[in-house]
Nanobody
Framework: QVQLVESGGGLVQPGGSLGLSCAAS????????MGWYRQAPGKRRELVAV???????DYGDSVKGRFTISRDNGKRTATLQMNNLEPEDTAVYYC???????????????WGQGTQVTVST
């Protein structure tokens, strides 16, 4: 049973920094991409950042230059470093991963439970 467990998040003032971590556990053959999405109240879930197993990255336009995603393939973890946070970054952040569980399996999409990030004075 593959699971994604997130840590980090919380309350931070505008201009501050925060880090999120995601750890994948369970039996798996390969993790293709790991990433973060977010959903604010009344809005659609949107891409924040994604990183491939060869460390190529992509970011949502609103976070480019402020957020950095990284991963450790050996530890099966992904980290999102968020700097210069703005109130508009307030949302529930979800870890996402595309994982192949066995060499014969198709790639599956997995989600974490979500962690709240609030940027406010």
């Amino acid at each position: 049973q593959v699971q994604l467990v997130e840590s980090g998040g919380g309350l931070v003032q505008p201009g501050g920094s925060l880090g999120l971590s995601c750890a994948a556990s369970g039996s798996m053959y390969r993790i293709n991409t790991m990433g973060w999405y977010r959903q604010a109240p009344g809005k659609r879930r949107e891409l924040v950042a994604v990183i491939t197993d060869t460390f190529s990255t992509d970011y949502g336009d609103s976070v480019k230059g402020r957020f950095t995603i990284s991963r450790d393939n050996g530890k099966r973890t992904a980290t999102l470093q968020m700097n210069n946070l703005e109130p508009e970054d307030t949302a529930v952040y979800y870890c996402n991963a595309k994982i192949i569980t066995t060499p014969q399996a198709d790639v599956g999409t997995y989600w974490g439970q979500g962690t709240q990030v609030t940027v406010s004075t």
